[in-house]
């Protein structure tokens, strides 16, 4: 009697990782694109996310279980998932933090596909070309990091850290050899995109508002909230989007990198912004 073939298994790390979309855009990708797999969320403890992800491994193949080929990591995990890897792509060692993980015979490989997904999100679906703009990346923590390279392979003129803490901005901006300053020195520039990419939006925090140029877009890495950078970008006259663009993007990415195959992302952009919309709706009537 043959031997059963079981669906290959993929999974997000995170914690906490319930509210986690991945398995939902994932799930919409493998049907179109009629690929046998699994992906779930996994809540791994906070002192024992290495382990968790060598479990995964092991359960697969073993009894009712497919073969696990990779998975992707959310917060807190991706410095600790970039120390696990014993193989690290260019964008993810230039990232310095890792948020998609493949399995093989030769170990676990390490990349990073946010920067990708954020210009990808930029440039198909918002129809932006970056070369020759001058661009401000706010932040200068892991997610600032991670889509700094990206960038500069865009072309743009000027490519711009800010930071509240300058000194954080200037060793960010000494790595990738770019430019950088405080927060405070904004107004001596005039930018054409500005990429949200600190926190602020998680609580709401108010930024400064740099200077746009006339036809500025900003963008809001959080998704699914109106933040109050996106409030005061709109008010000075830019075109805003959130960062449910890129969250989908860069899942596509990694959906290639596993499966060797790009899923259409319009139409799972296009279900989950309606499915945030609905939601937003039901909230506002409760």
Not at 262 to 281: G, H, I, N
Request: aromatic share 8%.
């Amino acid at each position: 009697m043959p031997t059963k073939s079981y669906p290959e298994r993929y999974a997000v790390f995170g914690n906490p990782v319930s509210h986690s979309l991945s398995p939902k855009i994932h799930a919409l990708f493998a049907a179109q694109t009629a690929q046998d797999m699994t992906y779930e969320a996994i809540c791994a403890p906070l002192d024992g996310f290495a382990d968790a992800v060598n479990t995964f491994i092991a359960v697969g193949g073993g009894g009712d279980h497919g073969v696990a080929r990779g998975a992707n990591v959310t917060v807190p995990f991706k410095l600790e998932a970039f120390r696990l890897a014993n193989d690290l792509t260019p964008r993810a060692a230039a990232a310095g933090a890792v948020n998609t993980l493949s399995f093989s015979r030769h170990g676990i490989q390490g990349d990073n596909t946010d920067g990708a997904g954020l210009v990808r999100d930029l440039t198909a679906n918002l129809g932006m070309s970056l070369t020759g703009l001058r661009i401000l990346l706010l932040g200068a923590g892991g997610a600032a990091q991670g889509v700094i390279l990206p960038l500069q392979e865009q072309n743009p003129a000027v490519l711009f850290i800010a930071n509240r803490t300058a000194d954080k901005a200037h060793r960010l901006a000494d790595l990738f050899g770019v430019t950088s300053g405080s927060f405070d020195e904004l107004n001596q520039h005039t930018f054409d995109l500005v990429i949200n990419a600190t926190s602020a939006g998680l609580s709401d925090a108010v930024l400064p508002t740099p200077t746009f140029s006339a036809t500025a877009f900003a963008y809001e890495m959080v998704y699914g909230v109106e933040t109050s950078f996106m409030r005061a970008a709109r008010a000075a006259g830019a075109r805003v989007a959130d960062g449910l663009g890129m969250l989908v993007e860069q899942a596509a990415e990694a959906f290639f990198v596993w499966r060797g195959v790009r899923p259409d992302t319009a139409p799972v952009l296009a279900a989950l912004r309606a499915e945030l919309s609905a939601d937003s709706s039901r909230a506002a009537q409760a």
